[in-house]
């Protein structure tokens, strides 16, 4: 059964260096729920992935992802220069830690953290 649940995620193209385990986790992902994968757009309810967005934790997160059931959310990831001031004051903004981490990590992390959040909807235990 798939979560009733479509996530839109807008990132850069990943660096070779990330493809492959992008690659897996985006295929892992799409058994789940309704993703679609793009590069470039940003549509107004988008959220940013930003350093100075508002921190969640995985179970913040997870609640996040539960109260979207039935609709459309969409993650975007920035590029090496981030998003620009004018993007940022238009859309919610979510950070990942309180560190700042290359884009295509910040690709990586988010696709992990989806992937945590879905299975734990489904009632499988992640390996940690």
């Known amino acids: 059964m798939r979560i009733p649940l479509k996530i839109k995620i807008i990132a850069p193209k990943p ?3 990330y493809k492959e385990v992008i690659e897996f986790y985006r295929k892992r992902l799409k058994n789940l729920a309704n993703f679609e994968f793009l590069s470039q757009g940003l ?4 959220i940013l992935l930003d350093p ?6 995985s179970e913040d997160f997870l609640k996040m992802l539960k109260n979207s059931f039935g609709r ?3 993650f975007a ?5 981030g998003f620009p001031a004018e993007i940022k004051r238009t859309h919610k903004k979510i950070s990942l830690s309180r560190l700042t981490f290359q ?4 690709h990586l ?3 992990e ?3 945590r959040a879905l299975l734990k909807l489904k009632g499988v235990e992640y390996e940690k």
């Open 15 to 17: 660096s070779k260096e």
């Open 113 to 115: 953290q989806l992937y």
């Open 72 to 74: 459309e959310i969409c």
């Open 103 to 106: 884009h295509d990590l910040a």
């Open 109 to 111: 992390i988010l696709l």
């Open 77 to 81: 990831v920035g590029d090496a220069r």
């Open 52 to 57: 100075e967005g508002k921190e969640l934790s």
């Open 43 to 46: 549509p107004k309810d988008a």
